[in-house]
């Protein structure tokens, strides 16, 4: 299966400032795909993201607000804009899916906005 | 849309009891996967679930399929303490939708 590095691992921001998650990929993955964690709590799926396509968002969640890059198929990115503390959370990456092997994840970042 | 429903959200064992955690879909699945977090840890794969009916079988792991393909289980023999984490399942349907359950938080008292 494959293995995806994150960083930053944590970070405290200050409100109004943005900060980009990245994780890269050890192999070429189609789909990746973004959560949200809060702590005890379950995954919340923020959007995928393909190579050479827009990133498809869920209900609640939109692009100006959760930029997505996908420059190839192992590298992609997640920004929270305009943070306020609302956005404190666990996010995760993952690449995979419906198969022998799951969904891989990150190790996640755990963002503290102040 | 899908809901996945999980229960307990807790449970607190003696080390050497049984344990279950039980999956509930609003829609049948095309499959369903399980994946243990351990706390302060990200989420890694245990097993999937194809067929209506499945059982598997990881060592002390236990994981069911039911025949709807709307439920599953997981069930652990005789609980250590290296079983702590949270459990959560997540159901695929022909779509390509994938939810993830609540969880469950498995705290084990040795």
């Known amino acids: 299966s494959a293995v995806i590095s994150q960083k930053p691992s944590r970070d405290i921001c200050q409100r109004g400032t943005s900060l980009t998650i990245q994780c890269q990929v050890d192999?070429?993955?189609?789909?990746m795909f973004w959560y949200r964690q809060q702590p005890g709590q379950s995954l919340t799926l923020i959007a995928t993201a393909n190579q050479g396509s827009e990133a498809t968002y869920e209900s609640g969640f939109v692009i100006d607000k959760f930029p997505i890059s996908r420059p190839n198929l192992t590298f992609s990115t997640l920004t929270v804009s305009n943070m306020s503390p609302e956005d404190s959370s666990i996010y995760l990456c993952?690449?995979?899916?419906?198969?022998?092997?799951?969904?891989?994840f990150g190790s996640g970042t755990r963002l503290t906005v102040v | 849309g899908q809901q996945v429903m999980q229960i307990p959200q807790y449970q607190h064992v003696q080390e050497g009891e049984d344990f279950t955690t039980y999956c509930n879909s609003s829609t049948t699945l095309s499959n369903i996967q399980w994946y243990k977090q351990r706390p302060g840890g990200h989420p890694v794969f245990l097993i999937q679930l194809v067929k209506s009916g499945e059982v598997k079988k990881q060592k002390r792991l236990t994981f069911q399929f039911g025949e709807a393909k709307k439920n599953s289980s997981l069930h652990i023999t005789a609980t250590q303490t290296t079983d702590v984490g949270t459990y959560f399942c997540?159901?695929?349907?022909?779509?390509?939708?994938?939810?993830f359950g609540d969880g469950t938080t498995l705290t084990v008292k040795p």
């Open positions: 997540a159901g695929h349907t022909n779509a390509g939708k994938s939810t």
């Open positions: 192999s070429q993955v189609t789909m």
């Open positions: 993952s690449a995979g899916g419906q198969g022998t092997y799951g969904y891989t």
